[in-house]
């Protein structure tokens, strides 16, 4: 099982950015898919987006579509998510996750191994 530390959430303010960092510590990072989810006080942990092991598929939530950006760099076995135009609505922590395959999903059961989660905060 791959163990994985989020970091760079914080305060941002409407229509700013922010970039998250998942770091993986394990072999063979590029076997894993790998997702983002987050959830918000009170509600379900969501799907954001998700990247296969090359780095060369990816899948965005509707709600976040064409604003963020998921991203991997296998030799760095560190995973991103750039997060763009924000909106209140995009406060949760954010949760990254690894799956035991290079085929990606949106699937909360598919994905074996997550972080501690960071927090973000969009204010209005």
């Known amino acids: 099982q791959v163990q994985l530390v989020e970091s760079g959430g914080g305060l941002a303010q409407t229509g700013g950015s922010l970039r998250l960092s998942c770091a993986a510590s394990?072999?063979?990072?590029?076997?894993?898919?790998m997702g983002w989810f987050r959830q918000a006080p009170g509600k379900e942990r969501e799907f954001v987006a998700h990247?296969?092991?090359?780095?060369?598929?990816?899948y965005y939530a509707d709600s976040v579509k064409g604003r963020f950006t998921i991203s991997r760099d296998n030799a760095k076995n560190t995973l991103y998510l750039q997060m763009n135009s924000l909106k209140p609505e995009d406060t949760a922590v954010y949760y990254c996750?690894?799956?035991?395959?290079?085929?990606?999903?949106?699937?909360?059961?598919?994905?074996?191994?997550w972080g501690q989660g960071t927090q973000v905060t969009v204010s209005s």
């Open positions: 996750a690894a799956r035991d395959s290079s085929w990606p999903s949106s699937k909360r059961a598919d994905f074996g191994s």
């Open positions: 990247i296969s092991g090359s780095g060369r598929g990816t």
């Open positions: 394990g072999r063979a990072f590029s076997s894993y898919a």
